[in-house]
């Protein structure tokens, strides 16, 4: 048994934060008390000024293209930037990560199909050897016809991996592009296209844009079909967000407009927004702010999106703006998305409490928020070794 002394902790049950000092104390892979004392015979370590989170269960880790390929025409071998990734996201306290992985994305989606299968194929063999294991967020772009079929492979080889499933069309004119201006400046950026392939990409995502919400229901079918969660991505408009939860969506994720999420939260779909948007104070693509949607009350998670280390320091901002209480804060990132996709008890719920996983992570708050350790069922798996005395 080993007891961590902790000024703070916030257990996640019912909003519940401890001021400290308190001891966390740990026998295996479970917690045995939550208290004022530790029980007898534990080895004892005080922690000091840090405090004592849940671990961060993350729903769209994006981040894996920057450890593949750290510089533009250089390439890690996938097995090795997986790794790089996973210990990057344990670094900052995400022990849950739903890694992104899109199909029907870009002006070749055939590359897109062959890459998601080795992505997964990789996973799956180095299953254990990573920190944490690693579920997929499968991104479905509706936009080209061949991402169904494409979906429906994946999901039926890989369904124990695939828990979450999200559709996006990145057509300018609705959702995330509002105008062919901005879709042609943040597409040519970030895929390195220029003005001849960025036209021919459009013309044809512009001939197929009738069939686009038949492709979404096939897509919402599939992934009941295998027992994940669909999400809708980037929805601008009420009538966006009706449409997908007559689809089952049990997520909306990054909502373009305070009308969408209002309009989620109101059918009882969990809202989703970046943290990165929350920690900056904006979204970097002039959408809605996260912080607005926070103080509006209809934000259940806060995840990556494509930075990790955004996730703690989001927290702590929320809190030092006085838009939500510590609490509520740290819930954004742990109770709330692990409640989102049923995250079981024996993994990482977002709950520290007696007979629970003994999943959390040691934080410091300040000068420079950050992760200091994290423990992923009663093993340490970031951050310098914590060693106690008996």
Do not use: K
């Amino acid at each position: 048994m080993i007891g961590l002394r902790a000024a703070r902790i916030v257990t996640g049950e019912s909003g519940d934060a401890i001021c400290g000092p308190r001891w966390l104390t740990v026998d295996g892979d479970r917690i045995v008390s939550v208290d004022g004392e530790p029980p007898a015979g534990a080895v004892l370590r005080d922690l000091g000024e840090l405090q004592l989170w849940p671990g961060i269960v993350d729903l769209h880790a994006d981040s894996l293209a920057r450890f593949e390929s750290p510089r533009a025409g250089t390439r890690i071998p996938l097995d090795v930037a997986l790794h790089d990734f996973t210990v990057d996201a344990v670094s900052h306290g995400i022990v849950q990560p739903y890694l992104c992985v899109s199909v029907g994305e870009g002006p070749d989606p055939q590359s897109g199909y062959a890459r998601a299968h080795t992505i997964l194929q990789t996973l799956d063999v180095t299953e254990g050897v990573l920190p944490v294991p690693v579920r997929v967020h499968l991104r479905v772009d509706t936009g080209d016809p061949g991402s169904i079929a494409a979906a429906e492979v994946l999901l039926d080889r890989h369904a124990d991996r695939i828990r979450l499933v999200s559709t996006m069309n990145h057509t300018p004119g609705q959702g995330q592009y509002r105008d062919e201006v901005s879709w042609r400046a943040a597409m040519g950026a970030r895929l390195h296209l220029g003005d001849g392939a960025l036209e021919h990409w459009l013309t044809r995502l512009r001939a197929v844009a009738a069939e686009d919400p038949a492709r979404r229901r096939a897509v919402a079918e599939l992934t009941r079909s295998a027992g994940a969660v669909y999400a809708t991505h980037d929805p601008g408009t009420a009538a966006d967000v009706r449409d997908a939860h007559e689809n089952g969506a049990r997520i909306c994720e990054f909502p373009i407009t305070a009308g969408a999420a209002a309009s989620a939260h109101g059918l009882g779909i969990g809202v989703v927004m970046g943290a990165p948007n929350a920690w900056r104070g904006a979204s970097h693509l002039d959408n809605l702010s996260a912080r607005e949607a926070i103080a509006a009350g209809t934000v259940d998670a806060l995840t990556s999106d494509y930075h990790s280390g955004a996730m703690v320091r989001a927290a702590i901002e929320l809190v030092r703006a006085g838009l939500c209480s510590a609490d509520r804060a740290v819930g954004l990132m742990t109770v709330g998305p692990a409640r989102l996709v049923d995250v079981p008890a024996p993994a990482a719920d977002g709950v520290l409490a007696e007979a629970r996983p003994a999943t959390m992570i040691a934080v410091r708050t300040g000068p420079i928020p950050a992760v200091v350790a994290t423990w992923f069922r009663g093993r340490q798996v970031g951050g310098p070794l914590v060693e106690g005395r008996g």
